[in-house]
C-alpha cells in the first residue's frame, strides 16, 4: 500500500488573480479522494499495472494516502506498494487548481511465480507529481495526476535503480 503525507504550501500572490493554494482547498473541510489508475511494473514483463488509492487530504495541505497495484501475468503475479512523504505547492483560478511537488520513501514488490516461492523486494523511492484538477460541484473536483517514481533497490547483492512511471485519474469529495 501507499501511504503518502504530503505538505502543500498555502498562500497568495496578486499576480493575475492566480493564488497559492491546496488543490482542493475549501475553508475547514478535508477531502476524500478515491483514484484508479496505472503505473509500470516493476518486472520487465509486467507492463501496466492497474491499481487504486484513497486519500484524505486536510486544508492545511497535508495528505495521507493509501494504494495498491496488483496485476498477474502469464508465470507470475506482482503486487506492489509503497509509503511515501512528500511537498507540493499548488495554484488556482477559479475552478482550476494546478499542483507539483516530490515524493520519498519505501516501497516493497512482492512477486509470485505460479509454481514457486515468492520473492520480495524492498525499495527506496523518490518520486515527482504533477496533477491538475477542476471544481466540477460544489463539494468535489475531478482530478488528474501523474508521477515518475525512481526506485533503488538491492536485489541478491545487486543495487539498481529503475523508473516507474504512472498516472491517476479520480474524484475528490468534500467530507
Do not use: K
Not at 509470485?112 to 473536483?141: K, N
Amino acid at each position: 500500500m501507499r501511504l503518502a503525507f504530503v505538505a502543500i504550501l498555502v498562500g497568495h500572490t496578486a499576480r493575475a488573480g492566480v493564488a497559492v493554494q491546496a488543490p482542493h482547498d475549501d475553508g475547514d473541510r478535508p477531502w476524500l479522494v478515491v483514484e484508479g489508475g496505472a503505473m509500470r511494473g516493476y518486472a520487465d514483463t509486467t507492463g501496466l499495472v492497474p491499481g487504486m488509492r484513497l486519500c484524505v487530504q486536510w486544508p492545511f495541505g497535508a495528505t495521507l494516502a493509501l494504494a495498491v497495484g496488483s496485476r498477474h501475468r502469464t508465470g507470475y503475479h506482482e503486487l506492489s506498494s509503497t509509503a511515501l512523504v512528500g511537498y507540493q505547492l499548488a495554484i488556482g483560478r477559479g475552478r482550476w487548481r494546478g499542483w507539483a511537488g516530490l515524493e520519498a520513501g519505501i516501497g516493497e514488490v512482492i512477486e509470485t511465480p505460479t509454481d514457486g516461492v515468492a520473492s520480495y523486494t524492498t525499495a527506496l523511492v523518490g518520486a515527482p507529481v504533477v496533477g491538475l484538477a477542476v471544481r466540477a460541484g460544489a463539494a468535489w473536483s475531478i482530478a488528474i495526476e501523474g508521477e515518475l517514481t525512481t526506485a533503488v533497490e538491492r536485489n541478491a547483492g545487486v543495487t539498481t535503480a529503475r523508473a516507474v512511471p504512472g498516472a491517476w485519474l479520480g474524484v475528490a469529495v468534500a467530507l
